[in-house]
């Protein structure tokens, strides 16, 4: 059984760990647990950082360009979670930078170390990881898995009816 976070505190951390996993996930899922309509955009972007990520195009997410973003974000992400559950605090975006910077430092020597100890593939661990980040940032968010599969459905048909118009129109083509 998976750890459920139940306090504002523990619920805007889980987050911020989260976005130090993954850059996108904790405002995707801060943004769906208010269900705003633009969440759905964040959701593509937390895509392509998955299959990006998966195909070893980004850089360490432990060094310092990615690094900084993350820590960002997670302050950003922590203190939007206790605003919203009406919980707000000083100290939630400082802590929340460091505990994202602190998961994306600590997540890589964990997989390595975990790969190299149980034999697993990188790629598999890395499943592994999103899984256990989109179970926990769902339980942290409240927001229910199969919202966040039907939300991403819906974002993906979006942007493809939208690359689909454009490229009609780039060709002179009249728009369905």
């Known amino acids: 059984m998976m750890w459920e976070p139940r306090t504002p505190t523990e619920r805007a951390m889980a987050l911020a760990a989260i976005t130090g996993l993954k850059l996108t996930y904790g405002p995707t899922l801060l943004l769906a ?4 309509p633009w969440a759905r955009y964040l959701a593509v972007a937390a895509m392509g950082e998955c299959v990006l990520d998966k ?3 980004l850089p360490s997410r432990s060094r310092l360009p990615l690094l900084i973003p993350r820590a960002l974000a997670g ?3 922590a203190r939007e979670a206790m605003r919203a559950q009406g919980a707000a605090g000083s100290w939630t975006a ?5 505990v994202a910077a602190g998961t994306a430092v600590l997540a890589p020597t964990l997989r390595a170390a975990s790969q190299e100890l149980l034999a697993i593939p990188d790629p598999l661990l890395g499943l592994v990881e999103d899984w256990v980040a989109l179970r926990l940032g769902a339980r942290a968010a409240d927001v229910p898995m199969d919202r966040l599969a039907a939300m991403a459905r819906q974002a993906l048909e979006e942007v493809q009816q939208e690359a689909v118009g454009a490229m009609q129109s780039a060709r002179g083509l009249p728009q369905s």
């Open 75 to 77: 302050a950003w992400v």
């Open 94 to 98: 400082p802590m929340g930078a460091a």
């Open 33 to 36: 647990s208010s269900r705003r």
């Open 55 to 57: 195909l070893g195009v």
